[in-house]
């Protein structure tokens, strides 16, 4: 196990921390440290460290800025009643992370580092994770390349870092709210041989004209279509998708290369089988999917993902209409699902699935 070192650094005052807390907000605030790992060819992954929250220096011919060659994550850490502090699934963030690194051409960095790094950061920061109703510390793992060259190849400086963010409902507001949804028939997120299945920047940047365009239709979200046949609904800029059948199947499009294996979404597949639930993971056309929540057959659509749990969908939109999933309120099957997640991720209920590892 990789030791840490941490170095002196300034907290902030109390009052300023406990008024950041009291009303977080999603990822605009930042805990007092990071962490910090180097990568070169002749060293490995070297200088472990946890330091102050701080600006990088990078030369403006970084390999980054350029290509975009990176990668990262997003996972939770939860206060307990108890006091006590726990991540949830964060081995599955690790391995995934593994997978974007390969994709990116960036070196692969041991689910060991990935762990110990996180856990650290926490232990250190603890006076950052929030308390209040469905709040959290969310954790950013990422690595980025540094090189400075134009030439287009693999860098051969690389630096890994996580920053931890409190955070409340990715969507603002208090209780769960249904979004509206627009799909797009002029953008694609991702194609196939792309890094549709990798986590990083360069698959949301592609999405986020098309965020715009759903922002001017006043939707919140945007869902994309396949890359190649613009039919089959595939994933939201930033959330997996899931619909229920009147007859209590729970549908969510099939992965590709083209789509994020979401740890949330592994963990719905799980739930909704062990409560009974017959689970599909298929195509998902996009006219079937309007037909069927136009005549009743689907009665519940929700998306999932670290930053917005379960969140149920209102309305898909289109340039043809708009279509109402039952009376745009949350569905049963979506609630029981998001109750169970989260009891079990804020140690209400038994976790029997060994998903929450706790830290300190």
Same mark, same amino acid.
């Given at each position: 196990?990789?030791?840490?070192? +941490?170095?002196?650094?300034?907290?902030?005052?109390?009052?300023?921390?406990?008024?950041?807390?009291?009303?977080?907000?999603?990822?605009?605030?930042?805990?007092?440290?990071?962490?910090?790992?180097?990568?070169?060819?002749?060293?490995?992954?070297?200088?472990?460290?946890?330091?102050?929250?701080?600006?990088?220096?990078?030369?403006? =011919?970084?390999?980054?800025?350029?290509? =975009?060659?990176?990668?990262?994550?997003?996972?939770?850490?939860?206060?307990?009643?108890?006091?006590?502090?726990?991540?949830?699934?964060?081995?599955?963030?690790?391995?995934?992370?593994?997978?974007?690194?390969?994709?990116?051409?960036?070196?692969?960095?041991?689910?060991?580092?990935?762990?110990?790094?996180?856990?650290?950061?926490?232990?250190?920061?603890?006076?950052?994770?929030?308390?209040?109703?469905?709040?959290?510390?969310?954790?950013?793992?990422?690595?980025?390349?540094?090189?400075?060259?134009?030439?287009?190849?693999?860098?051969?400086?690389?630096?890994?870092?996580?920053?931890?963010?409190?955070?409340?409902?990715?969507?603002?507001?208090?209780?769960?709210?249904?979004?509206?949804?627009?799909?797009?028939?002029?953008?694609?997120?991702?194609?196939?041989?792309?890094?549709?299945?990798?986590?990083?920047?360069?698959?949301?940047?592609?999405?986020?004209?098309?965020?715009?365009?759903?922002?001017?239709?006043?939707?919140?979200?945007?869902?994309?279509?396949?890359?190649?046949?613009?039919?089959?609904?595939?994933?939201?800029?930033?959330?997996?998708?899931?619909?229920?059948?009147?007859?209590?199947?729970?549908?969510?499009?099939? +992965?590709?290369?083209?789509?994020?294996?979401?740890?949330?979404?592994?963990?719905?597949?799980?739930?909704?089988?062990?409560?009974?639930?017959?689970?599909?993971?298929?195509? +998902?056309?996009?006219?079937? +999917?309007?037909?069927?929540?136009?005549?009743?057959?689907?009665?519940?659509?929700?998306?999932?993902?670290?930053?917005?749990?379960?969140?149920?969908?209102?309305?898909?939109?289109?340039?043809?209409?708009?279509?109402?999933?039952?009376?745009?309120?949350?569905?049963?099957?979506?609630?029981?699902?998001?109750?169970?997640?989260?009891?079990?991720?804020?140690?209400?209920?038994?976790?029997?699935?060994?998903?929450?590892?706790?830290?300190?």
């Amino acid at each position: 196990m990789a030791d840490f070192h +941490l170095a002196p650094t300034t907290r902030r005052p109390q009052a300023e921390r406990e008024a950041i807390l009291a009303s977080p907000g999603f990822g605009s605030n930042f805990s007092d440290h990071m962490v910090l790992i180097d990568w070169n060819p002749e060293h490995g992954w070297h200088d472990h460290r946890i330091v102050g929250y701080a600006p990088f220096t990078l030369d403006p =011919a970084s390999a980054v800025f350029h290509y =975009a060659q990176e990668a990262f994550e997003g996972l939770k850490a939860y206060a307990h009643e108890d006091g006590s502090i726990w991540r949830f699934r964060a081995d599955v963030n690790a391995t995934r992370f593994q997978r974007s690194a390969r994709r990116l051409a960036l070196p692969e960095l041991s689910v060991d580092d990935f762990l110990t790094g996180i856990d650290r950061l926490v232990e250190v920061d603890r006076d950052w994770v929030p308390r209040g109703a469905e709040q959290s510390l969310y954790l950013r793992p990422f690595m980025f390349a540094h090189s400075a060259f134009l030439a287009v190849k693999p860098s051969t400086s690389v630096t890994y870092a996580v920053i931890a963010s409190p955070s409340g409902a990715y969507f603002g507001g208090s209780g769960v709210q249904p979004v509206k949804i627009w799909v797009s028939r002029d953008f694609s997120r991702a194609a196939p041989g792309g890094t549709g299945f990798a986590k990083c920047g360069g698959n949301y940047a592609a999405s986020m004209v098309a965020q715009q365009e759903a922002e001017a239709a006043g939707c919140s979200q945007v869902a994309f279509l396949d890359a190649v046949e613009h039919r089959y609904v595939e994933e939201l800029g930033g959330m997996n998708l899931f619909a229920v059948t009147a007859d209590g199947r729970v549908i969510t499009p099939a +992965l590709t290369d083209s789509i994020l294996e979401g740890v949330t979404r592994s963990a719905v597949l799980r739930l909704a089988a062990d409560a009974g639930l017959a689970v599909e993971e298929s195509r +998902l056309p996009q006219q079937e +999917l309007h037909r069927g929540i136009d005549d009743g057959s689907i009665r519940e659509v929700f998306a999932c993902g670290t930053a917005a749990i379960i969140t149920p969908v209102a309305s898909f939109t289109d340039p043809d209409g708009t279509h109402t999933v039952a009376d745009g309120q949350p569905g049963t099957t979506t609630l029981d699902l998001r109750q169970q997640l989260t009891e079990i991720q804020y140690g209400r209920r038994p976790d029997p699935y060994g998903w929450m590892h706790r830290i300190v």
